[in-house]
């Protein structure tokens, strides 16, 4: 019933490389938004969209940027990955005036 | 600053048993809501809360906006609910229906 998937699933990436993770939704939902989860820590914002090409950061972006294009993707970019980024990586979407948000399944990235 | 705690982070119970999980925040919220983790990561809602009490099935969700408190009670638990249940808030003055998440909980529900 995904609605919102994230590619890829799994990626091993090494240090001072480019990566990209994706965020895809059939919803026409308004906002998106990317997370990050690690232990000992609540998911925490990296940045958000409120609709395209409209972002804001988060309490943890740096490191990070993002962009939307077009309504149904929001990419999050690791300009140059370290090791700090290993994490598993979340995207939610909500629609503007609701309260439920939807999460994607994740991305575990890990930075070596 | 606005923070978001869970208490317990870990439980473990036997099944049948009566489960509550407690979270508290700082300051006013326009919503809180529970969200639940399987094991294989993924993230569902279960609740949307801004007062009162919601039901669905063997979970409650209460939240009293006074004492800046929400609970998640299971009752009649089951090994499938073993899960890591998340709190998260919506804090009134944050833009951009941001959530400020609480750590977990990890609850494990023995036969």
């Known amino acids: 019933d995904a609605g919102i998937t994230q590619s890829p699933r799994h990626k091993v990436t090494e240090t001072g490389t480019p990566v990209t993770l994706r965020c895809h939704q059939t919803e026409n939902h308004r906002y998106m938004y990317w997370y990050r989860q690690d232990p000992g820590h609540g998911l925490r914002l990296i940045h958000y969209s409120y609709g395209v090409k409209d972002t804001d950061k988060g309490e943890v972006s740096d490191g990070y940027s993002v962009s939307r294009s077009k309504t149904e993707d929001f990419l999050l970019t690791l300009e140059s990955a370290t090791s700090s980024q290993t994490s598993v990586y979340f995207c939610?979407?909500?629609?503007?005036?609701?309260?439920?948000?939807?999460f994607g399944s994740g991305t575990r990235l890990t930075v070596v | 600053k606005n923070e978001v705690e869970q208490s317990p982070q870990n439980l473990t119970a036997q099944e049948g048993e009566f489960i509550t999980i407690n979270c508290s925040y700082s300051v006013g919220i326009s919503a809180l809501h529970w969200l639940q983790q399987h094991p294989g990561g993924g993230i569902v809602s279960l609740f949307m809360l801004s007062s009162g009490k919601k039901k669905h099935g063997r979970l409650i969700a209460t939240i009293n906006i006074q004492e800046k408190h929400s609970s998640l009670h299971i009752t009649a638990s089951h090994p499938r609910d073993s899960a890591v249940y998340i709190c998260a808030v919506r804090f009134i003055e944050t833009s951009g229906s941001r959530l400020t998440f609480g750590e977990g909980t990890q609850l494990t529900v023995n036969p």
């Open positions: 939610a979407i909500r629609e503007q005036g609701a309260e439920g948000y939807t």
